[in-house]
């Protein structure tokens, strides 16, 4: 997955951007828009066909896409970007298509504007949609996380019950076993309970077989 790496027009840094837009004489007005901002436009494409690789070869910080008629097309693009490739997504569309516009977040658009794009909406919308991508992107990086601390401590739990089975030992002695084994081994805590996990559990089930 590549790291996105735009500058925040709020700390004074200009973007890298992608126009999608069937209408080449928009984007163009868009482009000097943005360019008189300190923004760079790097490419303009007039559908969404080759859009991920586009961005990688452009590397593009954000993209602005016009969108006429919803089209499952544009959501498929943008799903990809979000998945290979994450950085703000600003999708103009004159449609009112409530059902659309969850599926346009969900595949990973960051701002749906109800109109046109017009030079004017452009230059508004970039701040905007670059806070709420990083604010976005912070609270997945922290979720991340979270799943896995509760991922190790689940691992280190389950070791010590098998520890504490084993040795027919207390939960404190099984803990300082396992932080022994770790300390031999020179291994975080969280990767020899998950060594430990295999072993025993393997022998467990073997002798569960075997009775």
């Known amino acids: ?69 919803p089209d499952r097309d544009t959501l498929e693009s943008c799903a990809l ?30 701002a749906y504007q109800l109109d ?9 919308v970039l701040e905007i949609a670059v806070a709420q991508f990083d604010a976005h992107q912070q609270l997945k990086a922290t979720l991340t996380a979270t799943q896995r601390k509760l991922a190790q401590s689940s691992a280190v739990e389950q070791a010590k019950g098998l520890l504490m089975a084993r040795h027919s030992v207390d939960e404190p002695a099984a803990h300082r076993l396992l932080q022994q084994l770790a300390m031999e081994q020179q291994q975080k805590l969280e990767d020899t309970a998950r060594h430990v996990i295999r072993v025993l559990g393997r022998q467990r089930k073997e002798n569960g077989n075997a009775g």
């Open 81 to 110: 970007i979000n998945e290979h490739h994450p950085l703000p997504i600003v999708l103009f569309s004159p449609h009112h298509d409530s059902e659309f516009i969850r599926s346009a977040v969900s595949a990973g658009v960051t």
């Open 1 to 69: 997955m590549t790291e996105h790496n735009s500058r925040s027009p709020a700390n004074g840094g200009g973007l890298r951007i992608m126009i999608v837009d069937v209408d080449a004489a928009r984007a163009a007005a868009v482009t000097l828009a943005l360019e008189s901002q300190g923004h760079k436009v790097v490419a303009h494409q007039t559908s969404c066909a080759g859009l991920l690789r586009a961005l990688e070869l452009s590397r593009a910080s954000l993209v602005l896409i016009d969108l006429q008629t």
């Open 116 to 124: 046109s794009i017009t030079p004017d909406r452009a230059r508004a």
